[in-house]
């Protein structure tokens, strides 16, 4: 099989305190170091975020492509650099997770792959079939086989484009079965991903089917399972790349995250800060907090497109306003923390670092679990 794609993915530094570690990435002319955040783009919505401030990396979904026609001949003809305006690096997920979600066709990898050659992003997601924690073992069991499936076929079909293998798993037996399927159709990927995650991660309602002990645990173990399968790849981990969580992933070996939080967290109403969880500019009877004396001094130090050159008071009023500035100050605030973490861990401090924005807090009992696995 001959690849013309250009990838070079080294690792230049690891972390001796946990299992982070800092790595550059090259794909065709673009170079990048890891760890990455890839924001989450719906096309077509407002705001954009990388007309405001510099960005490096940017998720869009082909399914806002698919089902839009117009929007399809628009950026197969200028591609999707063009087509958004942005320099950085485009990643296109498949689209699979919300075409399964909204069950309104099923869409052929052929199709997917034909987007990702017209468009030209960076990265292009294999089509993937995420688990559900409401089904049975063997219906997500049908889904893996349904995903591998697709990655035979789009990698065999591919022609010049980065693709991403994405691999699920609900227990660590079906996972490290799964990294051997994949390796089987491609034995050393520069990039792999990892999804099924969410759902675990956040606390959400799973079934007893699936006996789980300890979900959040679980995500530890799985990732560091396909960490150690795949030492020399990009990994990256779909949807878990909220301002806490990146902490967490990142201190686990994990390279790369994508979030579209910055967007719904807004449209809750809500505002980010370094280090500080979902709050209300002002007070509201929705069960978040609004800002604390302390978080004030936090927010009045904010240097985002929307808080620049205003007065704390002016600030509060502009995040309490319509969505699109309350969204530009959270995805700086997730830009913000990116730099922070790989601040840290330029100065080996990664640890202290995460264990800062993790404890006291949701994540607490996880990063104790991760720092236990790491000294064991
Ligand atoms: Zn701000």
């Not at 396909?226 to 949807?239: C, D, I, M």
């Not at 929705?286 to 302390?294: E, P």
């Not at 969505?323 to 990664?350: D, T, W």
Request: net charge positive.
């Amino acid at each position: 099989m001959i690849f013309l794609i250009e990838i070079d993915f080294n690792i230049d530094y690891k972390d001796k305190q946990l299992f982070s570690r800092r790595c550059s990435l090259r794909i065709n002319n673009r170079s990048i170091k890891t760890p990455l955040l890839w924001l989450g783009h719906p096309i077509g919505f407002e705001p954009r975020p990388w007309e405001h401030f510099p960005m490096d990396t940017l998720m869009v979904n082909a399914y806002d492509i698919l089902m839009k026609p117009k929007i399809y001949n628009k950026v197969c003809e200028t591609g999707i650099h063009k087509f958004l305006n942005f320099d950085g690096l485009v990643m296109m997920d498949s689209g699979g997770f919300v075409f399964q979600k909204k069950e309104e066709l099923d869409v052929e990898p052929s199709k997917i792959i034909e987007l990702y050659e017209k468009a030209g992003p960076d990265i292009g997601v294999v089509l993937d079939h995420p688990l559900s924690i409401q089904k049975s073992m063997s219906d997500n069991r049908k889904r893996w086989k349904k995903t591998l499936q697709n990655t035979d076929f789009m990698i065999k079909n591919n022609g010049d484009i980065a693709l991403m293998p994405v691999l699920h798993g609900y227990t660590l037996n079906e996972l490290k079965k799964a990294c051997k399927e994949v390796r089987k159709i491609n034995d050393n990927p520069k990039i792999i991903g990892l999804g099924s995650l969410v759902p675990l991660l956040f606390n959400m309602k799973v079934s007893k089917k699936l006996k789980f002990k300890n979900c959040r645990n679980f995500v530890i173990d799985a990732t560091r399972l396909v960490r150690e399968e795949f030492p020399n790849s990009l990994l990256h981990t779909f949807g878990v790349g909220s301002t806490k969580t990146m902490h967490l992933m990142f201190s686990l070996g994990v390279d790369s995250l994508d979030s579209t939080g910055w967007r719904l967290k807004a449209a809750y109403g809500n505002i980010q800060l370094p280090g500080v969880s979902d709050r209300n500019p002002t007070p509201r009877n929705n069960g978040r907090a609004s800002l604390s004396d302390g978080e004030k001094i936090i927010l009045d130090e904010c240097e985002c497109p929307t808080c620049m050159g205003k007065s704390l008071e002016q600030k509060i009023k502009s995040l309490d306003g319509p969505f699109p500035p309350r969204a530009l100050h959270n995805a700086y605030v997730y830009n913000q923390e990116l730099e922070n973490y790989v601040k840290s861990l330029e100065q080996g401090k990664s640890k202290e670092f995460a264990e800062g924005r993790l404890k006291p807090g949701f994540f607490s009992k996880s990063f104790d679990y991760l720092v236990n696995i790491k000294y064991i």
